[in-house]
């Protein structure tokens, strides 16, 4: 079985922004996911291909094709797409990037690993996400969008608020506002969301998806930057019973009404103080891989890219869990407690 994995930032996405390399947190973030889902495919008897942006070193398991202009990267990409038995598309949302590609799959006869069009589309705007969750009676922040002059509406019943791109990837460009009049400052001529800021324990779940079989992973509370703009640095995992059961429940919830998810979906999440979870509120879909891949792999007693397979294909996967900790960092760095090492000596 061949499976292709393309991860937009290291795999030559950024040809079309620009001469300039791949660098920064994200470049650590897209080669974290990259190489350690290549690795359990690898493990699993898996025939692995990855595109690999010229200015960038190749590193990991599996093949790697060379890309060295943004044409080079969609010919390269629609090849292996149609050769692969599997796609798993992971790219930032931001300016259709995401749902470029999972399109380029399907009209090269691919098959994803990772959600379909109709999902990324309405996950990659942060306000329809939360309009749809709505309707099917799920809680989100209530907000408005608000074009660059601050068009929109927002009132003071809003504050304190949240501020972010309306198709904007993980934490970037989120920022804490206060009060009305700090507002503007933050406008920047693109279409935000400005959204009720939640109080609560920041968490994730996720999700792997089939076409009727759902499961959800051990939930990790998120390690959010201070200073006001939620920059994300990590999580750990698990969390305790009674908040991973609302956490599982609410992120459940929210997959089952989405119209085509399939692989890896992340589900961000505020868990309030009320143990009846009546201040939970879901904060966006991630229709893809996420950086919790990296930690969540490590408390899996299993090959948890097997795993996503098996529930694309509507089998109950093999999965077990480590006892104990384990914390991550954006940029793939994994420590385990003493009682996670343990358990991991005796298998």
Request: hydrophobic share 40%; proline share 6%.
């Given at each position: ?55 960038l070193e190749a590193a990991g398991a599996g093949q790697f ?221 991630n229709p893809r891989l996420t950086t919790s891949y990296v ?53």
């Amino acid at each position: 079985m061949q499976v292709f994995i393309y991860e937009f930032i290291t795999g030559g996405g950024m040809w079309s922004q620009g001469p300039q390399p791949p660098s920064g947190s994200m470049l650590a973030e897209g080669r974290a996911m990259a190489r350690t889902l290549a690795a359990d495919f690898k493990k699993a008897d898996t025939e692995v291909w990855s595109l690999i942006d010229s200015r960038l070193e190749a590193a990991g398991a599996g093949q790697f094709e060379q890309v060295g202009s943004a044409d080079e990267e969609r010919d390269a990409f629609m090849r292996r797409a149609a050769a692969a038995e599997w796609t798993v598309v992971i790219a930032p949302e931001f300016a259709g990037n995401l749902l470029r590609r999972c399109q380029w799959v399907l009209e090269e006869g691919g098959r994803l690993l990772s959600p379909g069009p109709a999902t990324v589309s309405l996950a990659s705007d942060k306000h329809r996400t939360a309009e749809h969750l709505d309707r099917h009676g799920i809680r989100t922040p209530r907000g408005v969008v608000i074009d660059g002059a601050g068009a929109g509406g927002p009132t003071t019943d809003l504050f304190p608020a949240v501020i972010k791109p309306l198709d904007g990837c993980g934490s970037q460009g989120v920022q804490f506002v206060a009060e009305l009049w700090q507002l503007r400052a933050l406008l920047d001529g693109q279409l935000l969301r400005l959204e009720r800021f939640i109080p609560g324990l920041a968490a994730s779940v996720a999700v792997l998806c089939g076409p009727s079989l759902h499961v959800a992973l051990p939930p990790c509370e998120q390690t959010l930057g201070g200073d006001g703009q939620f920059a994300y640095v990590g999580g750990r995992t698990p969390l305790p019973d009674p908040l991973a059961l609302r956490a599982r429940n609410l992120a459940l919830r929210t997959v089952r009404s989405l119209p085509d998810p399939l692989g890896y979906v992340g589900v961000d999440l505020i868990l309030g103080a009320d143990p009846d979870g009546s201040g939970d509120h879901v904060i966006e879909v991630n229709p893809r891989l996420t950086t919790s891949y990296v930690g969540l792999r490590a408390l899996c007693r299993n090959n948890l890219a097997a795993a996503m397979l098996a529930v694309a294909q509507d089998q109950e996967p093999a999965l077990s869990w480590h006892d104990g900790t384990v914390e991550f960092s954006a940029d793939g760095r994994v420590a385990v407690d003493e009682q996670t090492l343990t358990n991991q000596r005796r298998i």
